[in-house]
């Protein structure tokens, strides 16, 4: 058992030794890397992708995956533009009505994988298409919000160190994450949500609510998603129903590279946290370089999640072969 133990928190380990690692040779390369700023520049440009994130390590853990955070997130913005744009909607109400629009939807899901036991896959890859045409719908152009709320929420900002500040934005993010942290390791839900990724059959004898928690689980990466679309309305101040194409695999690297098992049932919420922080740094250490295109972005991250996956395929041989004895 404690070698098993140790297998499962080797990915965790390596995460939080290549995000070291990273960062200290940035921090060595660039002059400026090492400062407060760049730090709260991190949680803020990545805000969205860690909401959304937060969100894919639950479906993840349990034995799911969610295709369709993206194209929630941008219908999320558009609808938000055009509900305070076009329809002089409150921000809040907009807000309000977005968020509910988002983790309906996501129950949605979840409700046709666990009643008409369909593949999660399939299931949120048509509600990608679904999300992003409503999107269309919505609104076919990105739409710029000018609202006195929306200025005085963006020109917020917490000091931490001489001109760093954390934006309300990135406190958004670290208080989901708090939260995310809380409910994953110290709840019924999130116990849950572990067996069920461990073994959805066992869990179902043992008299665990696996229906209700399956679809609470999209509920819940749902609401994420939409609440990342309000996140990132803020950051940029408009919606766009294009906006957040290829996120939804962002936001699965950086939990696959967190250390959670894509085959479901371990996986540490610190980890996820990690991974954003890692997808960030390598955006920032691109810029900062210069010399790069945006194309060694994908390279690395891809190069990242391939040894991830294959350190993860040795563990869980290692720990099969540790239970047989």
């Not at 409700?111 to 890859?125: G, N």
């Not at 699965?252 to 922080?277: K, Q």
Request: hydrophobic share 55%; glycine share 12%.
């Amino acid at each position: 058992m404690k070698l098993r133990l140790r297998a499962q928190q080797l990915p965790i380990l390596a995460t939080a030794i290549v995000l070291v690692g990273l960062f200290s040779v940035f921090s060595i390369l660039f002059r400026n890397f090492l400062s407060a700023r760049v730090i709260a520049d991190l949680f803020t440009n990545n805000a969205h992708v860690g909401i959304i994130a937060v969100g894919m390590t639950f479906v993840i853990l349990s034995g799911g995956i969610d295709l369709s955070v993206g194209a929630v997130l941008a219908f999320t913005t558009i609808l938000i533009a055009t509900l305070i744009e076009r329809h002089q909607v409150a921000p809040p109400l907009a807000l309000a009505i977005a968020i509910l629009a988002g983790t309906a939807f996501g129950a949605l899901m979840g409700t046709l994988i666990q009643v008409y036991r369909l593949p999660p896959f399939l299931v949120t890859l048509a509600g990608m298409f679904l999300a992003r045409g409503l999107a269309f719908v919505v609104n076919p152009q990105s739409l710029e919000i000018k609202h006195a709320l929306y200025n005085a929420v963006v020109d917020y900002g917490l000091p931490v160190s001489g001109t760093a500040s954390l934006r309300a934005t990135s406190l958004t993010f670290i208080a989901v994450f708090l939260l995310a942290l809380l409910v994953a390791h110290f709840t019924d839900f999130g116990r849950n949500v572990y067996a069920l990724g461990g073994n959805e059959q066992s869990a179902f004898l043992m008299g665990l609510p696996v229906a209700r928690t399956k679809i609470a689980i999209y509920a819940v990466s749902g609401f994420c998603a939409s609440l990342a679309g309000v996140v990132l309305t803020f950051y940029k101040q408009s919606g766009d129903p294009s906006s957040g194409l290829g996120l939804e695999l962002d936001a699965i690297a950086s939990v696959v590279i967190g250390g959670t098992l894509l085959s479901g049932g371990v996986g540490y919420m610190a980890g996820t946290l990690m991974g954003v922080l890692i997808y960030g740094i390598i955006l920032v250490g691109l810029d900062f370089h210069g010399g790069f295109d945006s194309s060694w972005q994908r390279i690395i991250i891809g190069a990242l999640l391939l040894v991830f996956i294959g350190l993860q395929r040795f563990l869980s041989r290692a720990s099969a072969l540790v239970g047989a004895r």
